[in-house]
C-alpha cells in the first residue's frame, strides 16, 4: 500500500505541475532598427505594423496637446539623443505634441509593458512627463522621467504593472519632438498564463491517470492471491 501511496503522490505531484505550469509569454524589444517602410532615415515615420505580433497590436501616434486630435504617425531619428541609435519621437519643432505608443493584446492574451529608455536631443530637455493608461484609458501611472543628452540614456522599468488583458498606451511629452524613447519593451502571453493544457501536457495526464490504474489493479490482483493462498 505504502508504494501504491508513493506513486499516486508522484503521480498527482506531476499531473498538478502539468497542469499549473504556465504558458510561457513572447517578449519583444522595440529598438527600431527597420521600424520603417523600407530603411528608416531621419525623420522617417514608423510603420504602424513595427511591433505587431500574433499576440500583439502596437501603434503610433502624435497628438496635438491643445487638442487632443492626432496630428500623425511617430517618427525615427538615428542620433543625437544621448548614446541611443534609433529613437521614436513624435510632433514637429516646438512644445505641443504629445507621443502615444499603445500596446493591444490580441484576442484571448494580455500583455506587460516591461521597460523603456528616454533621452533627449542635443540635452535640449532636461526631463518630461510620461504617463501610462490601461487599454481602457484609466491613468496607472504619471511621473517625471529625466531625458539625458549626453552619456547613457535613462533606463525605466515598468514590469511592477503586470499582466492586463487591455493592453497599456504609453505617451510623454508635451515636447516630444525633443524627447526621444527606445529600447521599449513588452511582453504577451495567453490570459493568466496557463488556461486549457496542450496536447502534450494532456498526454502526460493520460499517462499518469494510466499508472495510477494500472496501480490499483496490480493492489487489487496481490490482495486476491494473499487471500487464495491463506
Known amino acids: 500500500m505504502t508504494n501504491i501511496l508513493k506513486s499516486l503522490t508522484g503521480i498527482s505531484v506531476l499531473a498538478a505541475a502539468a497542469v499549473s505550469a504556465p504558458a510561457s509569454a513572447a517578449t519583444t524589444l522595440l529598438d527600431f532598427d527597420g521600424a520603417c517602410d523600407g530603411p528608416c532615415t531621419d525623420g522617417q515615420l514608423i510603420s504602424d ?82 504617463e501610462i493608461f490601461s487599454g481602457s484609458g484609466d491613468l496607472l501611472l504619471s511621473t517625471v522621467l529625466p531625458t539625458p543628452g549626453t552619456g547613457a540614456g535613462h533606463g525605466f522599468d515598468t514590469s511592477a504593472l503586470g499582466y492586463r488583458a487591455d493592453g497599456y498606451i504609453l505617451r510623454f511629452g508635451p515636447d516630444s519632438y525633443n524627447v526621444g524613447v527606445d ?48
Open 49 to 130: 505594423s513595427y511591433g505587431d505580433s500574433a499576440l500583439a497590436d502596437v501603434s503610433y501616434r502624435s497628438i496635438t496637446a491643445d487638442s487632443g486630435e492626432t496630428f500623425e504617425g511617430l517618427r525615427y531619428w538615428e542620433g543625437g539623443y544621448a548614446d541611443l541609435s534609433g529613437v521614436v519621437y513624435g510632433g514637429t519643432n516646438g512644445v505641443n505634441f504629445i507621443a502615444e505608443i499603445a500596446f493591444t493584446p490580441t484576442a484571448g492574451n494580455e500583455i506587460s509593458l516591461d521597460s523603456l529608455v528616454t533621452a533627449s536631443y542635443l540635452g535640449r530637455v532636461t526631463s518630461s512627463p510620461f
Open 183 to 230: 529600447n521599449v519593451e513588452f511582453s504577451a502571453r495567453a490570459i493568466g498564463g496557463g488556461g486549457v493544457p496542450e496536447p502534450a501536457t494532456w498526454g502526460m495526464l493520460i499517462i499518469g491517470f494510466g499508472a495510477i490504474g494500472s496501480s490499483l489493479r496490480s493492489s487489487k490482483r496481490r490482495k486476491k492471491m494473499a487471500l487464495a493462498a491463506a
